[in-house]
């Protein structure tokens, strides 16, 4: 089982930049492949980016392509999600996940670790 902790959240203005970060902890993390997710008031929970267990192959939903980069340490055991030219429709609290295996993932089930998440709030 892997232990996961997001921090790096917070309030910024649209056009802005914040860097997400997600601590792991427990199970060899170079093991896991990582996904970032975010949920916003009233939504369903969506898929943001995933990144594989060498950080060689990034996933990236449509809305964030060019503005999001996704990349990871597994010498820190640590995912990062560089967050540019934010957008009012990026707030949301976003989630890390992990799952073991190889190949990427969008579907939050196939997820079975998960952060307690971190909330972003960017203004218009």
């Known amino acids: 089982q892997v232990q996961l902790v997001e921090s790096g959240g917070g309030l910024v203005q649209a056009g802005g930049s914040l860097r997400l970060t997600c601590a792991a902890s427990?199970?060899?993390?170079?093991?896991?492949?990582m996904g970032w997710f975010r949920q916003a008031p009233g939504k369903e929970r969506e898929f943001v980016a995933a990144?594989?267990?060498?950080?060689?192959?990034?996933n990236y939903r449509d809305s964030v392509k060019g503005r999001f980069v996704v990349s990871r340490d597994n010498a820190r055991n640590t995912v990062y999600l560089q967050m540019s030219s934010l957008k009012p429709e990026d707030t949301a609290v976003y989630y890390c996940?992990?799952?073991?295996?190889?190949?990427?993932?969008?579907?939050?089930?196939?997820?079975?670790?998960w952060g307690q998440g971190t909330q972003v709030t960017v203004s218009s």
């Open positions: 996940a992990a799952r073991s295996g190889p190949g990427l993932r969008v579907r939050a089930h196939d997820y079975p670790y």
């Open positions: 427990g199970r060899t993390f170079s093991n896991y492949a």
């Open positions: 990144i594989n267990w060498t950080g060689s192959i990034k």
